[in-house]
């Protein structure tokens, strides 16, 4: 079955240092990869998406992400930590099948920046 | 340019009650989803519709019914209401059907069911 893996709860980073919120996924064929975030009390908001070419990936506020299909891994990724970094991420599949759009969320991670 | 719009914000009901979640987007999206989130789960699918005029299931379509009124609406209806369902619920859009279509998400509505 298709799946996604965000291994920590939760992440704890200082302001400055680079930080690292792990994804992995277990799909057959070429996913189709996103991550989003969700501040408090609010929807969620797109990050990024991989769907082909170049393995690393820029998205929104700094951000970006490293799809690496032997590992069957798309960890994001940002060089400098901002104390309004923190929220929850979250980072979904999807696999194209000629089908409806259907995303597949992991758990979350919740990323805390601390001054 | 609002987006995806849900009402209400907040909603108490009891056990048995029935209530409507509104749902509206004003991108000309073609797809409309509906999504709870509980703690520790990630968001899961309730219903979809690709296209107005359809809709189908997603992971956890019991105790849901939902309606696409119009290419901009895409309500969902708890008929008798559980504590089970009490949950964080949020409506997405996208412009098409492709794989590679972004989703984007509406402000979400807490539901409490007692």
């Known amino acids: 079955a298709q799946s996604v893996a965000q291994p920590e709860d939760q992440v704890n980073v200082a302001e400055g240092n680079p930080l690292t919120v792990k994804c992995t996924y277990s799909?057959?064929?070429?996913?189709?990869l996103f991550w989003y975030v969700q501040y408090p009390n609010r929807g969620l908001q797109f990050l990024l998406k991989y769907i082909t070419g170049d393995n690393l990936v820029k998205g929104s506020y700094g951000f970006e992400a490293e799809f690496n299909k032997s590992q069957t891994s798309f960890h994001l990724k940002k060089p400098s930590a901002l104390v309004s970094d923190s929220a929850l991420y979250f980072c979904a599949v999807i696999l194209p099948s000629g089908g409806y759009n259907k995303l597949i969320f992991g758990a979350g991670t919740r990323l805390a920046v601390h001054p | 340019n609002a987006g995806v719009t849900q009402t209400p914000k907040f909603q108490v009901l009891k056990t048995g009650q029935s209530m409507t979640l509104q749902c509206a987007q004003d991108m000309n999206h073609n797809s409309m989803y509906w999504y709870r989130q509980d703690p520790g789960m990630g968001l899961r699918l309730i219903y979809y519709?690709?296209?107005?005029?359809?809709?189908d299931k997603g992971e956890v379509p019991n105790g849901y019914n939902v309606s696409r009124l119009n290419k901009r609406e895409f309500s969902l209806r708890l008929e008798s209401a559980a504590p089970s369902q009490t949950s964080v619920y949020f409506c997405a859009s996208s412009s098409g059907t492709g794989g590679w279509d972004t989703q984007y998400f509406g402000p979400g509505t807490r539901l409490t069911v007692l």
């Open positions: 799909v057959s064929g070429n996913p189709y």
């Open positions: 519709s690709a296209s107005e005029g359809t809709t």
